[in-house]
């Protein structure tokens, strides 16, 4: 498992406004729209590798900014 590892979302996706660094693995964002989302991720070593992948799933109860002042 050489590093370093590149981070992706391999399947589904991660709320509207949010993203995934490559690079470190974070997620970052400011969510928008409430709900459940489910999204796969992967970790790849620097050979292009499977390292690990994983399933998550995050809630949105409240957003920061309410959609129709986006």
Excluded: C, N
Aim: net charge positive; glycine share 8%; charged share 15%.
């Amino acid at each position: 498992m050489p590093a370093p590892y590149t981070w992706s979302i391999t399947q589904g996706a991660l709320p509207g406004r949010f993203k995934l660094e490559a690079k470190s693995g974070q997620i970052i964002g400011t969510p928008a729209e409430p709900g459940a989302y489910s999204f796969t991720v992967a970790a790849l070593d620097r050979k292009k590798q499977l390292v690990a992948s994983k399933d998550f799933q995050i809630r949105v109860l409240h957003p920061v900014f309410p959609p129709h002042l986006l």
